[in-house]
């Protein structure tokens, strides 16, 4: 199953942009790339995600290798509101579509 | 619309008592997942239906723990003589099909074992 690695934790400041990696060097080529985030005591939320081709959306834009062995998430101007344990996941489809999460990134967006 | 729901919100129970948890996923989502957050941890799969069905059970950690869906909507995870250990918040989340489809996440149903 493929694994996904991401820093333990990050500070970004309020209005600047925020830019998360994540390492998932043994991805296979029918596997996507998500990313959730969870703001504390909450279920996860939906962000981006990802097979090829960045993404944008109006949470964040989504940048992926051409190797596709990381990615990097883009929140283009963090509020506090933005601070999150961000999690990157790659979807593995083995006749099942479960989830492998890691332990994410705690992003602190600072006033 | 309505998102992913799941009640009760908290749960405190005995040592040796079993827990129902219960899952209302988005209407007309067919797959539904369980995972479990222990304090401090990334989220753990547990167990996945497509319809009624459970293709995936691999994630259950032991025998102890046991999952149904019936009529293709509401879910529920029963834990049988619960332990310690067993404490962790426990996350429903559905998806409108299987393939390709993002998953949607309730709030969580937060379980202490005393």
């Known amino acids: 199953d493929a694994k996904t690695t991401q820093p333990t934790s990050m500070d970004c400041a309020e209005g600047r942009a925020a830019n998360l990696p994540c390492n998932h060097s043994?991805?296979?080529?029918?596997?996507?790339v998500y990313w959730y985030r969870q703001i504390h005591s909450q279920g996860p939320q939906y962000i981006i995600h990802?097979?090829?081709n960045n993404e944008t959306n109006e949470m964040a834009s989504l940048i992926i290798t051409e190797d596709r062995k990381s990615s990097t998430l883009i929140l283009p101007h963090a509020t506090l509101r933005d601070t999150a344990v961000y999690y990157c996941?790659?979807?593995?489809?083995?006749?099942?579509?479960?989830?492998?999460f890691g332990t994410g990134t705690r992003l602190k967006v600072l006033a | 619309g309505a998102g992913v729901s799941q009640s009760p919100s908290n749960k405190v129970t005995e040592k040796g008592k079993d827990v129902e948890l219960r899952c209302d996923p988005i209407?007309?989502?067919?797959?539904l997942y369980w995972y479990r957050q222990s304090l401090g941890q990334g989220l753990e799969f547990l167990i996945y239906?497509?319809?009624?069905?459970?293709?995936?059970k691999s994630g259950l950690p032991s025998d102890r723990f046991s999952a149904e869906r019936t009529g293709g909507s509401v879910s529920t995870l029963t834990i049988q003589r619960t332990q310690q250990e067993d404490s962790a918040v426990y996350l429903c989340?559905?998806?409108?099909?299987?393939?390709?489809?993002?998953?949607?996440f309730g709030p969580g149903t937060r379980l202490l074992v005393l």
């Open positions: 990802g097979l090829k």
């Open positions: 239906f497509q319809g009624n069905s459970a293709p995936d």
């Open positions: 209407s007309g989502h067919t797959a």
């Open positions: 989340a559905s998806s409108l099909g299987a393939a390709e489809e993002t998953q949607y």
């Open positions: 043994t991805i296979s080529g029918n596997e996507y």
């Open positions: 996941i790659v979807r593995v489809v083995s006749g099942t579509y479960k989830y492998i």
